[in-house]
């Protein structure tokens, strides 16, 4: 068989009306996938709006138990370094000394025993920003007060006092 008749096609297959230009193939695929039209898009934007009106409300709601949840482990931690500070100085720190005797042996001449390098390497502040607070004797029917004031940050009425997180409400 002669080499040139392997090499190309027969000229019937070549004419064959089956055979598209490439050129047409290439604007046919472009007509295909031009883009979205607009109703297209306004589905899926209301769609996204409907999912976000049922998830966002329980995400933040997630957040606020994530900090409540937070400030009753650190407030936990906190009683476990003065039960240690107690164990070794036979008392609690004064509201004066405050948590900062966890961290720096106060000038007090009557802390005797208290663990070089101290109960904690710092006192945190809660996850809103604010100083942990400390009182002894305590107020609420324990030796000492523990608390944070919550999210609003003030403390003193009843009405202010309903988010503070303490350990006389850590069960709550």
Known sequence: MPRDLLSSPPAAVMASPCTVPADALRRAALLRHRGFTLIEIMVVVVIIGLLAAFIVPQVMGRVDEARITKVKGDIQMLETALSMYRLDTARFPTTQQGLMALVKKPDDPTVRN?????YLSRVSKDPWGNEY???????RGREYDLYSVGPDGQEGTDESDKDNVGNWNLDE
């Open 133 to 139: 607070r400390y009182a002894y004797p305590g107020q």
């Open 114 to 118: 208290w663990k070089s390098g101290g």
